[in-house]
């Protein structure tokens, strides 16, 4: 029995390839540990706000000192920590949108990346992650291919996000992706192929 976070972040609903790829695996998930339960938090309905100065004042002031003012603006930040904490098992859509990932994941990012709370720094400088223990599932889709090939190189999804979650712990990263789903020689297995890799995977 796990606990399982899935976060969307296309804005195409049920059209969306990334929620496709994101179902299997929550599928595959929830038969591989029976019981289990899925707490979706979707990005595209319900989007963090960008980072404003109210929001870096409320990060740095201590709890003690903090006003209803600070509540208020770390309010979105708390929540999306907690959720994270608590689960056992993270699944991610990452729809690419322009080589990267979209705003609204970014804000979420931005709302879980925090100093003394989700990573913290050693001596020397050197950060520690303090989200230990989880495992996280990409579900990445892209309209050409950018695992090989020419195209590698513009690819800012993956490595951003192992990066940023990285830092705070989660680094035992699974990628699955569905990908050249608009280019014609690949439109009609891109999925096909996706959904067998994850159907293949032990979980």
Same mark, same amino acid.
């Given at each position: 029995?796990?606990?399982?976070?899935?976060?969307?972040?296309?804005?195409?609903?049920?059209?969306?390839?990334?929620?496709?790829?994101?179902?299997?695996?929550?599928?595959?998930?929830?038969?591989?540990?029976?019981?289990?339960?899925?707490?979706?938090?979707?990005?595209?309905?319900?989007?963090?706000?960008?980072?404003?100065?109210?929001?870096?004042?409320?990060?740095?002031?201590?709890?003690?000192?903090?006003?209803?003012?600070?509540?208020?603006?770390?309010?979105?930040?708390?929540?999306?920590?907690?959720?994270?904490?608590?689960?056992?098992?993270?699944?991610?859509?990452?729809?690419?949108?322009?080589?990267?990932?979209?705003?609204? =994941?970014?804000?979420?990012?931005?709302?879980? /990346?925090? +100093?003394?709370?989700?990573?913290?720094?050693? %001596?020397?400088? *050197? &950060?520690?992650?303090?989200?230990?223990?989880?495992?996280?599932?990409?579900?990445?889709?892209?309209?050409?291919?950018?695992?090989?090939?020419?195209?590698?190189?513009?690819?800012?999804?993956?490595?951003?996000?192992?990066?940023?979650?990285?830092?705070?712990? =989660?680094?035992?990263?699974?990628?699955?992706? /569905?990908? +050249?789903?608009?280019?014609?020689?690949?439109? %009609?297995?891109? *999925? &096909?192929?996706?959904?067998?890799?994850?159907?293949?995977?032990?979980?």
């Amino acid at each position: 029995m796990k606990k399982i976070l899935n976060i969307i972040s296309s804005v195409k609903g049920k059209e969306s390839f990334s929620n496709k790829l994101s179902g299997a695996i929550l599928e595959k998930l929830s038969s591989a540990y029976p019981g289990s339960t899925v707490q979706t938090r979707d990005l595209t309905k319900n989007p963090f706000p960008h980072l404003e100065e109210s929001h870096f004042t409320a990060f740095y002031t201590p709890d003690e000192a903090r006003t209803a003012e600070h509540r208020e603006a770390i309010k979105n930040s708390d929540e999306a920590i907690s959720e994270l904490m608590d689960a056992d098992n993270i699944v991610i859509g990452v729809p690419m949108y322009n080589f990267g990932i979209p705003s609204t =994941l970014k804000s979420w990012i931005d709302h879980i /990346v925090r +100093g003394g709370v989700t990573f913290t720094y050693q %001596e020397g400088g *050197l &950060p520690e992650g303090l989200v230990k223990n989880k495992k996280v599932y990409l579900a990445i889709a892209s309209g050409g291919i950018f695992s090989e090939g020419p195209l590698k190189s513009y690819d800012f999804t993956e490595s951003y996000l192992r990066t940023a979650l990285g830092l705070i712990g =989660l680094t035992d990263i699974t990628v699955f992706r /569905v990908e +050249g789903h608009f280019r014609a020689e690949t439109k %009609e297995t891109a *999925l &096909p192929k996706a959904l067998g890799i994850v159907e293949e995977y032990a979980y």
